[in-house]
């Protein structure tokens, strides 16, 4: 795959076409709600396209395509079409409280209900997991384009691509602030959803054209892999349903890891209401609505856009696995090597490992593949010729090797259903090894660690899709990986925006400078995303570490699990109860941040059970309820808490919005059922 002059053309003129629109949309930001909230005045289409174009990101785009090339499926959508139901209840049920208050942030909010301690701690908890976040999609940007760039022959490292893209989008964001980010969103919003829908229609074309072996899921429960071809009279659609219909089930097993259908009962809603209802970077474009009744229809309108975007991204990270399972499994050699070494140095008895030193193509094709390859070269220049030819092969360069250590009582295990099948010699050997490893570490009293392996790098689904799969000589390589990049910096650009409020109004002006003028809050809140820029392009290499996880969606949705259950918790038992006191809120907040890290901590200690983390929030969730719903019955306030109106903005609700949201939650309800179990067995 190549990427030409044309393709190079239609790129740039994109990523110039944003800045320039963003900026000139922007010019009169002289006071702080013409910088962090558009001057309260964006319609009704613009609040809908912003909404999307910030959350359909790299954590989608690439981390939602590669949960969709496992074993996970469409069962990944959920976060999708949950979000569509949610958005419904938002506009009408959260928006009206959050508009009358007249508040620029979701921290203040607290301060409107209970007191500022509670304001302050969200508002430094959240400061904290916005770092994970900006650090996360800039690195699944990042991934993004590494991949793509390999596939051309070219070598962009990942912290080259987290440096472009982490200035294009502190650029229009410092200059702009939120009015930049909303027009800037509006053209990478819909050339968005065009350019995955533009891969879509060429995955499925490819699928139906390809004479090579396809990969399948056979087993959702058992993750296990085979391979199948088809004659050439098939069809794209008939290919993909007998290869995909057991991944196309929207409820997994209760004891999946990444999305049990317990899930679905109550632990995703909490991820979700967070997310559309109380998260600042999202919640912000809301915020900034012209009346009531066009944040309403906005958001009505994103919810209906919601119902979309797994077709568009879910579905083709599907293909992307049975078109390149193989390519995903060499991607995820290099992820491996580091392991393999390391249980070799622990276990030198093992007959499975062996290094070679730079091995020729002759003995790499010619390797036992019951056995793993360590081969060794004095550099990353020579490692391409190997990846291909033999899974078991596996490159490091000498000096990683010698730093790698064994370590005294580690279990290697794995994450991916996959693996097992496609490394089953490993799989036998390790269940005797880490049997007598946990067992010595009993006797020894001593704690053990883990290291993972990977069958398959899925969060590359989608560069492979890029790279593999659009026309070359058309300009659609370009357009695409335009749009993509374009919604990398919306949602970047987005949380930038967030932070930089969440830091300026919450505490710099709370806190240090309560006095601080127009002019300096506009100043500091544009340091701010430089700053925060900064740092995202520097944790971005970091999150490439399998040790972390071999999804960075599962690091994104897992790591707001510190917050996301008591922030939901303090918000709706606020609203509710109005005699709910003021320490019930500072109280809610902290129960979740202890409950959540230690129930984390003891499982991956191994002293208590390893709780998925969506089952973990629910846990959460409620607990956080019931201690505020104890200190209410102990000390409730003399007085219901009355929410008065501080705000100018017209309160006038949208009928209109009201039956289309209606309609959006019927249709979601639909699709469940004929995504279910029993809508596939027709």
């Known amino acids: 795959m190549g990427f030409n002059a044309l393709d190079i053309a239609v790129f740039v003129g994109f990523v110039v076409a944003v800045i320039s629109i963003g900026l000139l949309k922007s010019r009169r930001e002289k006071t702080s709600e013409d910088y962090f909230l558009a001057g309260r005045g964006l319609k009704w289409w613009l609040i809908g396209f912003s909404l999307i174009a910030a959350n359909i990101s790299s954590e989608q785009l690439v981390g939602m395509s590669g949960n969709a090339a496992s074993h996970v499926g469409l069962a990944i959508a959920s976060y999708e079409w949950m979000a569509a139901i949610t958005l419904v209840v938002v506009a009408f049920a959260f928006l009206p409280y959050f508009l009358r208050a007249g508040i620029y942030t979701m921290p203040e909010f607290l301060e409107y209900r209970y007191n500022a301690t509670a304001r302050t701690i969200m508002a430094v908890a959240t400061l904290f997991i916005y770092m994970l976040l900006l650090g996360s999609v800039t690195y699944s940007g990042a991934l993004t384009v590494n991949t793509m760039a390999a596939k051309m022959g070219h070598n962009v490292s990942i912290p080259a691509a987290a440096l472009v893209i982490g200035i294009i989008a502190m650029v229009y964001v410092a200059a702009g602030g939120l009015k930049a980010c909303a027009w800037a969103d509006l053209i990478q919003g819909s050339a968005l959803i065009i350019g995955s829908a533009v891969v879509m229609i060429f995955a499925f074309k490819k699928l139906g054209s390809t004479t090579e072996e396809l990969a399948f899921v056979e087993n959702v429960a058992s993750g296990a892999v085979k391979f199948k071809s088809f004659p050439e009279t098939s069809g794209a659609m008939d290919r993909f349903w007998e290869l995909n219909r057991v991944r196309m089930n929207m409820f997994l097993p209760k004891d999946d890891k990444t999305l049990p259908w317990t899930a679905l009962l109550l632990g995703l809603w909490i991820p979700n209401f967070y997310y559309w209802g109380l998260n600042q970077y999202i919640t912000q474009r809301t ?340 201690v505020m719903g104890i200190i209410t019955m102990m000390k409730p306030l003399a007085k219901p808490v009355e929410f008065k109106t501080q705000s100018s903005v017209n309160l006038t609700g949208s009928k209109g919005a009201k039956l289309a949201g209606i309609v959006v939650v019927v249709i979601t309800l639909i699709l469940y059922v004929l995504f279910s179990p029993i809508g596939l067995a027709k």
């Not at 959540?596 to 969506?614: C, D, H, S, T, V």
């Open 287 to 626: 915020l900034a609505s012209e009346s009531l009744a066009e944040g309403q229809k906005g958001i009505v309108f994103s919810a209906f856009m919601k119902i979309l975007i797994p077709f568009v991204v879910v579905i083709p990270g599907i293909i992307a696995f049975n078109l390149f399972a193989k390519d995903m499994q060499n991607q995820g050699a290099v992820d491996n090597a580091a392991v393999i070494a390391k249980y070799m140095k622990a276990n030198p008895e093992t007959k499975l490992v062996e290094v070679a030193q730079a091995p020729g193509d002759e003995a790499v094709a010619a390797w036992d593949e019951g056995r793993f390859m360590l081969a060794v070269y004095p550099d990353d220049d020579s490692l391409d010729a190997v990846k291909a030819q033999n899974p078991f092969v596996l490159p490091l360069t000498q000096e990683k090797l010698d730093e790698i250590e064994a370590g005294d009582f580690v279990v290697f295990e794995s994450d991916d259903k996959a693996w097992k099948t496609v490394f089953p010699a490993l799989a036998i050997e390790l269940e005797t090894y880490n049997a007598s490893v946990t067992e010595a570490a009993e006797a020894a009293k001593a704690s053990v660690t883990s290291e993972k392996f990977i069958a398959y790098k899925y969060d590359t689904a989608l560069g492979q899709l890029l790279s593999g799969v659009l026309p070359q000589n058309t300009g659609l390589v370009g357009f695409v990986l335009a749009a993509l990049l374009g919604a990398i910096v919306s949602s970047l650009a987005a949380m930038l925006n967030a932070a930089s409020t969440i830091f300026t109004m919450d505490i710099y002006k709370k806190y240090i400078s309560p006095e601080a003028g127009q002019k300096a809050m506009v100043l500091l809140g544009r340091v701010c995303v430089v700053a925060f820029s900064a740092i995202a392009i520097f944790l971005a290499p970091q999150l490439g570490n399998p040790k972390i996880s071999n999804s960075i969606f599962t690091i994104i949705q897992e790591g707001q699990g510190l917050i996301s259950p008591g922030i939901l918790a303090v918000f709706v038992f606020g609203l509710l109860v109005r005699k709910a006191p003021p320490i019930a809120g500072v109280v809610g907040l902290l129960t979740n941040i202890v409950s959540y890290g230690g129930m984390y901590l003891l499982g991956r200690a191994k002293i208590g059970p390893e709780i998925q983390f969506l089952n973990r929030m629910a846990i959460c969730f409620a607990l956080c309820l019931v």
